[in-house]
């Protein structure tokens, strides 16, 4: 009787399994979708906040509540013109500008200034004592609306909003992505292990006002 009764819960036990596994593959397949995604870093051009082969975790339901903030870093699906390949390709950015901002390079320091307010960037790009220009020419933009103006923080190395403005003729629309592009925020490297941290919004973003 005894070798009876501890047969029974090993047999319920092994055809539970494939229902157990089901389910655990459908949460994550379902995770993955709508709430958290994995990306690793490809290029160069958010150094030296993120280096290629690292990997971040990304918010891809934030958005569905709220719009993204300025200095937030973001994933989205690049544009054509952007990417040269048709059938979408994520890109990482930090927003520097949201709908309306009045984005203007530079000031007397060689900042950028938004909506009036000197921005401190304390995250650019810098070698050997060497740091990037906040951009490398002056430019003087009113991002329309539902749309968003993103840079790299690795300056001459990104293809971002500023390249685009260039490249476009001054096109605001080509050099801008819509907001309904975004596939959610980074907010953390957890990729390798010792450099891991938190992907926060800098002080410098605080206290700038409205359009």
Known sequence: MIDEQTDKPRSSFWKELPILLGVAILVAVLVRAFVLQTFFIPSPSMENTLKIDDRVLVNKLVYDFRSPHRGEVIVFKAPTEWSGNPDGEDFIKRVIGIPGD??????????????GKSLDEPYIFSMDGI????????????????????????????????EHWQQSQQNITEATIPEDSVVGRAFTVFWPVNRATWLTVPDGFDGIPKP
């Open 102 to 115: 009045h984005v203007v390079c530079c000031d007397p320091e060689e900042r950028l200034m938004i909506n």
């Open 131 to 162: 740091r990037d220009k906040p951009a490398d020419q002056e430019f003087d933009i009113t991002v329309p609306k539902g749309r968003l103006w993103v840079m790299g923080d690795h300056r001459s190395a990104s293809g971002d909003s500023l």
